[in-house]
């Protein structure tokens, strides 16, 4: 291995850990989750990456015991802290730190603190729990293009950030983060906006977790479906043509997910 592929004291690496199934982790990735002195992370990387974390050089900084959540300027405060102190940190996030994962936000943080950082590409949820699923997010048939958006809003905001009526326009495929609570209201937006009721939906929930589930639907059935499948957070829902190509492979779709008999596949 070259000489720059060790980590370097004082240095925060923010590291994407992939969907969840340890063997999608980069190499990179695990390299510096074994050479680092210490990693902080949330319960997104999922629980079979968390448990190879040593407990003595981890620190949990998700969800509080009382639900709440670490506000993000103390996560940023103990990047700098830990760097200071010549510490080789990992911030670990679940799929991608620059997909929906304020890895933009800590990055902005480092610089402005003078803190050397890299960042580490990794597999989002976005693509890879649509893929488990059979789903491909664009395929010549169906979708030339692919959305992703927040189903998660600000329940205080009077209109919703996402154009949702400018997204069903697009004819592309619509891959919804964060989109479990706020399905009735998204499904409804983008049938006003001129989608068909008819148009395929696909929900993958814990994607390469233990538990894994998947279930199908269109956009006039989903909400019913979620609430008899039982999908709850986290879960990636695609909207579009190419969740319809799901039924043409399943039968012969294999992963270590279902294989092993951890996996459920309720549609
Ligand atoms: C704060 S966003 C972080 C996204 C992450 N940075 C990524 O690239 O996958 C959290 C959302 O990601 C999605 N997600 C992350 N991991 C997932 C998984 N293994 N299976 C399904 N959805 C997942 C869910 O929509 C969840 O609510």
Not at 77 to 91: N, P
Not at 186 to 215: C, F, H, K, M, N
Request: net charge negative.
């Amino acid at each position: 291995m070259s000489e720059d592929a060790t980590p370097e004291p004082g240095t925060v690496y923010l590291v994407g850990s992939g969907p969840g199934d340890p063997e999608l982790l980069t190499l990179k990735a695990k390299r510096l989750l074994e050479e680092a002195d210490f990693v902080l992370h949330d319960k997104l990387p999922g629980p079979k990456i968390i448990e190879l974390l040593p407990d003595d050089r981890r620190q949990d900084v998700g969800k509080r015991a009382h639900g709440n959540r670490t506000p993000q300027w103390e996560i940023n405060e103990r990047l700098v802290e830990l760097s200071r102190e010549g510490k080789r940190v990992v911030r670990l996030k679940g799929g991608d730190s620059f997909v929906f994962g304020r890895g933009g936000e800590e990055a902005a943080y480092l610089a402005e603190h003078g803190v050397p950082f890299e960042v580490v590409p990794a597999v989002t949820s976005a693509v890879a729990a649509p893929g488990v699923a059979g789903i491909p997010v664009t395929h010549r048939d169906h979708a030339s293009s692919v959305s992703f958006v927040t189903g998660h809003e600000d329940p205080t905001k009077p209109e919703s950030t996402v154009n949702w009526e400018a997204l069903a326009e697009t004819g592309g495929t619509i891959v919804v983060l964060m989109g479990v609570t706020r399905l009735p209201q998204y499904a409804q937006a983008l049938i006003d906006g001129g989608l068909s009721p008819e148009t395929p939906v696909a929900l993958v929930e814990r994607a390469t977790w233990p538990g894994q589930q998947i279930a199908t639907g269109t956009l006039e059935t989903i909400v019913d479906v979620r609430d008899e499948v039982g999908i709850e957070p986290p879960a990636i829902t695609v909207i579009g043509g190419v969740a319809g190509t799901r039924e043409s492979v399943v039968d012969f779709l294999r992963n270590d997910y279902s294989q092993s008999g951890e996996g459920v596949s309720n549609d």
